[in-house]
Nanobody, 114 residues
Framework: MQLIESGGGLVQPGGSLRLSCAASGLPFERVVMSWVRQAPGKGLEWVSSISVSSGDPYYADSVKGRFTISRDIAKRMVFLQMNSLKPEDTALYYC????????RGQGTQVTVSS
């Protein structure tokens, strides 16, 4: 199984980024895919999940209304659209097959700073 994240970068507060995750080697249509993040000096934090088959999304309270998770079944990809970014969103963002962050990729860095 392989998960490859991309799309991170440096953005000013209030800005937007779109993260992408390419998945291979797993039964993509039967899983729930998640985004988790790890801020400097802190543990893993669940951000959002999506049922690939139904498209039902789930969000942590800290990102609800600002982030949108989606998937493209044909391309085997999961996305995280992040709007109204705050400095506290700064973290290494991982795509994972569980809310606890198990079976995650290498991550993509998101830095929100002026």
């Amino acid at each position: 199984m392989q998960l490859i994240e991309s799309g991170g970068g440096l953005v000013q507060p209030g800005g937007s980024l779109r993260l992408s995750c390419a998945a291979s080697g797993l039964p993509f249509e039967r899983v729930v895919m998640s985004w988790v993040r790890q801020a400097p000096g802190k543990g893993l934090e669940w951000v959002s999940s999506i049922s690939v088959s139904s498209g039902d999304p789930y969000y942590a309270d800290s990102v609800k209304g600002r982030f949108t998770i989606s998937r493209d079944i044909a391309k085997r990809m999961v996305f995280l659209q992040m709007n109204s970014l705050k400095p506290e969103d700064t973290a290494l963002y991982y795509c994972a097959t569980s809310r606890s962050g198990g079976n995650r990729g290498q991550g993509t860095q998101v830095t929100v700073s002026s």
